[in-house]
């Protein structure tokens, strides 16, 4: 085994992380997800400008009621004891935006086409079960340490990476090299946004080469950090070159890039080849999307061991062997061998959580995705079920509320300062919401020990109604605001007396009426209520705010899409290796279609951003993402508001996994497909 010290990635920091995705089930291509839209690997140019994209499909059939199966019927689950009949049922509460692969990791990046889609693509390396490891995938070993070169009088970074051999496509066409080289070509050269380039950064990739069918070489145009190859390049999902190379090469005729980008993501599939344990094969608008198991899975059969000495060991009888971080030995925290042991998946679309959850109760699903989790009272609902098991996991995520930031007067400091002194989120998810959200003050999840900073500026936290109104007026005053009628206390500072009337801003104009998007309480309610009580507080100061409850794919196309909104609450599912950071805040990712939708600018945190992009070494890197959650604590480009912990519940009179302990859920792993066993 070549002997390359990756353990500063994964045997000390990595190891203290529980898992995200599985593998090889799922290889890890979207490492970063939104609680609904998804970033991925390493997002960093999460989001190369473009504008025209076509917006997400809207001509969906109606969602099934309450309590109801989905418009169109779905196939009934078999319980005879060949494995190709099970049936794994799963259901979801939101439609699909697109079937295209290119499309789901660009533009239309929701967690609801991760669910279904992910996991069909190989990637070089991934990350192990529970412990975080970092480990091949594609990859037959590690890559060579990074070498610099001189290539044609350029002075250029490289790695070689083996390939396992005996990977097939479903169509039965080997994975090789010239995968990879044609999937990051054509995502440098029609320059494709959304999480793309988060994968494939043009500052830092060159091109890549075939040296032949299982030996990769990787060309970096500078040497390239833990984000843009370790987190980044590494864990790129690569597609069919065999499918895709005829459609890509019609793209390139279509005219300039951006007409090029719309011909490449309008392309609708049909039988695309898979690599993963299960191949997409149908989609019923508004009623269910279905998935069949890939007999050509090369992992299939495959045994993973992790050792409580740290080693990592997996093989497949007469395919390969591979262990690292130690030799395997004594106690095993985990093991388990990689199906499919469905012949099928199938994903209801249900209208609501409820929905959902009646048709877990009457066993028509065997588990149900949702990023947020159940709702407490939901929660209770199942708890004491026969033949229904409920677990809790530390979630990978966040939820906040941000700006538009091309407009008056969310650029100024002082007006989100005083936004965020405004909301008192102890208020909120303790008393009314009962505790079942955790407040937040910094871009990384607390369960997320290694990254997180408990030393951030908590703006507003254990301030008294009162103090919070006397501040926030005191910040947007020193900052140049006036009011015709300032706002006045009660006595007892419980409550506001007079409302705030007339503000105008420093430049003397009238505080424009601004709108907050945020999802409906059909979707989730815990951050409605957030909504509705920060147009409250806001109002109360006489900042002229009005809660808009809405679809969530209108809010992604409002805000992502199309940059049309004043504030928006949204919310993030996240990455072990918080590079997401220098993605959703970088400038350079604030054009249509990138992660920094809100058009955040600062010239300071580029240079933070930057840095940690360039960082190889972990510690450093950890220094560095602390710097970074101190500054945007306090400068705001996210007012972040609460997590939740993530509970779900699955049947478990009729399905079981290896494994249920784990950071994000089992919903991180997309509900393991390919790991669920039937009873």
Known sequence: MTSVKLTILCASLLSMFVLLGCRPEVVREEVVREVEVVVTATPAPGASAQTGQPSAPTDRAPDPTPGQQPAVATPETSTAGDVTENVYQLGISEDLTTTNYWTYLGPDGTIWNSYVLGGSKPSLYSYSAQRYDWVPSLA?????????????????????????????????????????VFTAHTVAELELSGNWPSIVDSEYFDHAEALDPYRLKIYFKQKPGLARWQFGMAFMPILS??????????????????????????????????????????????????KERNSNYYFADSVVALYANGAYAESKTGAYEFTAYGEPGGDKTLEYTVGPYAGSAIYSIYSSQDATVLALKKGDIDFMLNPLGLSRGLQEQLEGEDGLAVIENASDGMRYLSFNFRKEPMGNKAFRQAVATLIDKEFLTSTVLQGVAIPMYTTVPEGNRAW???????????????????????????????????????????????????????????????????????YDPLRSTFAIWIERWLNEVGIPVRADLTGFNLIVDKVFTRQDFDMWI???????????????????????????????????????????????????????????????????????????????????????YPYTETWGGLQSASGMPALVHFK
């Not at 060579?144 to 396992?164: D, F, H, S, Y």
């Not at 005729?253 to 080849?273: R, T």
């Not at 919070?468 to 006036?482: E, H, M, N, Y």
């Open 241 to 290: 070159k065999t499918y895709w190379e005829p459609v890509v090469a019609e793209a390139k005729q279509a005219g300039d890039v951006i007409e090029q980008q719309k011909v490449l993501y309008a392309h609708v599939p049909e039988s695309e080849p898979t690599a993963g344990g299960f191949g997409f094969t149908r989609w019923e608008r508004g009623a269910y999307a279905e």
């Open 452 to 522: 997180y900073n408990p030393d951030v500026p908590l703006i507003g936290k254990g301030l008294s109604r009162g103090e919070r109104i006397s501040q926030a007026v005191q910040l947007l005053k020193d900052a140049g605001f006036t009011w015709e009628t300032e706002p006045r206390i009660s006595e007892d500072g419980r409550f506001v007396e007079q409302a705030g009337e007339g503000l105008k801003m420093p430049n003397g104009e009238p505080m424009p009426a601004m709108e907050i998007l945020a999802p409906s309480p059909g």
């Open 140 to 180: 037959e070993d590690f890559p060579t340490p990074l070498a610099e070169e001189t290539v044609a009088g350029q002075n250029l970074w490289t790695t070689e990476v083996p390939l396992k051999q005996g990977v097939k496509w479903s169509d039965g066409n080997d994975v090789t090299a010239e995968d990879f």
């Open 570 to 656: 949204l919310g993030w599912k996240l990455t072990a290796y918080p590079d997401y950071l220098e993605a959703f805040f970088h400038s350079r990712h604030s054009g249509l279609e990138g992660h920094n939708a809100g058009g955040y600018n600062n010239p300071e945190f580029d240079r933070l951003a930057d840095r940690l992009l360039a960082e190889t070494d972990l510690e450093s890197a950890r220094q560095q993402v602390f710097e970074m959650q101190a500054f945007l604590a306090e400068d705001l480009p996210y007012v972040v508001l609460f997590d939740t912990p993530l509970v779900e519940a699955y049947r478990s009179g009729q399905v079981d």
